[in-house]
């Protein structure tokens, strides 16, 4: 599917893609982590504090342009309806997401 307008799909939509996005990237760094963290356990390293600040860092700033992007550059055209409408989903399908993988973690923990 080519989406050659970001225009054409609603803010139910485009909350929901964006909210994937997200909840894709946090399991990528999670795991990313959860690979690194045995190479940080073998060395006396000071390396370990510096690695999770700046990856925490950068994962914000990577984070906030997924969530605030599109809802930012619609509030900057004086859209507000629309911009806070985005918002709005975007919050509601990424808490869906929340609920949905501490129900996961549950379910496996028992």
Same mark, same amino acid.
């Given at each position: %599917?080519? @989406? ?20 894709? +990237? ?6 990313? %982590? ?19 600040? %700046? ?6 700033? @990577?984070?906030?342009? %997924? ?5 930012? +550059? ?5 859209? +507000? ?30």
């Amino acid at each position: %599917m080519k @989406i050659k307008n970001l225009e054409n799909l609603g803010p139910k939509y485009l909350g929901f893609i964006q909210a994937s996005v997200l909840f894709l +990237y946090i399991f990528l760094v999670t795991s990313f %982590m959860n690979g690194i963290t045995p190479l940080f356990q073998k060395a006396d390293s000071a390396l370990a504090p510096l690695v999770f600040i %700046m990856l925490f860092v950068i994962s914000a700033v @990577i984070s906030a342009s %997924m969530v605030l992007g599109r809802a930012g +550059y619609l509030f900057w055209e004086k859209r +507000y309806a629309e911009a806070f409408g985005l918002l709005k989903w975007t919050i509601s399908w990424s808490i869906l997401y929340f609920v949905f993988a501490i129900l996961i973690v549950s379910a496996v923990s028992y």
